[in-house]
């Protein structure tokens, strides 16, 4: 689609809405917006917000004509197009030694090789961008538009080691372009994968110690330990951290948090409102996900040390979350139930399955679960992953097949998993019941022969599935589908 000579596409027009009583049809093209073109959604929805607008519009035959437009405060328009972005997505231009893509088996679906490096999905679904193929006109736009916050991918401020990690030769200098940001007000997120023996140690010290230079439009930093599938040959090596590695890392993570939090509460000053002194001296800003803490043997830090779950979506803090959401609602289904608010089966066994890397606390979770509903049995099964390769033990990155295998296998032994097998929604294609390897929720609940519930994000969730209560609300999905996502628990 070349929008710059021809326009957007227009492939439906809601009824009854402005676009449709003044006549515009599916197939047609919006060419500009009061003059200006439009290149994406954002110029599109920023041009439309005036109250009226003067809308060219181009036929399929070629001929032009323009429409005056007046819309009240937030009506929308009423138009859809090819792509929910208007705009092709940007592909990376890195070739990063710990990138995932280049480590998933051939076969898949063809969306999940593609690698995106796209500052507006950073914006619109929580996508990290490295920056690299970032023009001036991009970071004009991100000021202009204020599309915040903007989710980085820094990984080191050494500029010489960023350019070897990312094989990307402007992959130093492309950091100066977060000061940008930063001088506009622009808020920010950053990650940092670690990779042994190159961007940990003293060099963490060193990106961290930089980062709380952009503070306070920097909200938080996480860290994560890099992934490695089996399927890395011929690519850098790289080996996996030992629990003795991952509690240096959370050592340094944690001296940082004290150092940072200490730093801010004094910088606050006698003259700061209550309300700002309290938001800033509780800044952390740096954390640890939370495969550091599994990996060292450690205790999990309590809620109020993640700030709020700013990096929620990377694993830092889903498991305290999860912990203190399902305690909260065993809480309150405890008293509903003895409320006579609602009422459960006599018996109910389900099996809740799930990676390696939160089964033991899935586990004491469901235990307190069949203390708090005697009639309720569940149990968390760990799921191997023969897919990826064992190294991989996060929820979110299980396949069909390992499913379908190792579970059709425990059946054959005569093992019972209940009337109900409970899966985490990570697992899934976007607002789909696909996972990645193509295999469909039908696909594993015929071959199991067991139904198959999906389980959203959260405590409450968890305890009605195993409850056998219907979900509470429905869930809305992004409309903007890319393939890379976080993976989940």
Known sequence: MDWKTKGHRITAVEEESAAWELGIEPGMYLVSVNGFPVEDVFDYRFRMADEECTVRIREENGEESEVQVHLETGEDFGLSFENGLMSSYRSCCNHCIFCFIDQMPPGMRETLYFKDDDSRLSFLQGNYVTLTNLSEHDLDRIIRY?????????????????????????????????????????????????????????????????????????????????????????????????????????????????????????????????????????????????????????????????DGFLQYENGVGMLRLLINETHSALEAYKKSFANGEFALPQSRSVTCVCGKLPAPYLTELLKEAEEAFPGCRARVLPIRNDYFGEGITVTGLLTGTDLIHQLSARL????????????????????????????????????LGLPLRVVQDGGEALIRAVLGLPDSSDHDWQNYEVPDRDPGL
């Open 412 to 447: 054959a032994g005569g093992e019972d998993l209940g009337e109900e097998l409970l899966i985490s929604s990570a697992m899934l294609r976007r607002g789909e019941n696909v996972f990645l390897d193509d295999k469909t929720t039908e696909d594993v609940s015929s071959a």
């Open 146 to 306: 204020r599309m915040e916050p903007i989710n980085i991918s820094v990984h080191t401020t050494n500029p010489e080691l960023r350019v070897r990690m990312l094989r990307n030769r402007f992959a130093g200098e492309a950091l100066g372009k977060m000061k940008r940001l930063k001088d506009a007000g622009i808020s920010m997120n950053a990650q940092i994968v670690l990779c042994k023996g190159w961007n940990d140690g003293e060099e963490l010290e060193r990106t961290i110690r930089d980062l709380t230079g952009y503070l306070p439009e920097l909200k938080s930093v996480s860290v994560v330990p890099v992934g490695l599938s089996r399927f890395r040959e011929g690519l850098e090596p790289l080996e996996p951290f030992t629990p003795a590695e991952a509690g240096r890392v959370i050592d340094c993570i944690e001296a940082w948090q004290k150092r940072i939090r200490d730093g801010l509460s004094k910088s606050c000053g006698s003259g700061a409102a209550d309300e700002d002194a309290d938001s800033v001296s509780l800044c952390h800003l740096v954390h640890a996900s939370d495969e550091w803490y599994i990996l060292a043997g450690r205790p999990l830090p309590e809620e109020e040390r993640y």
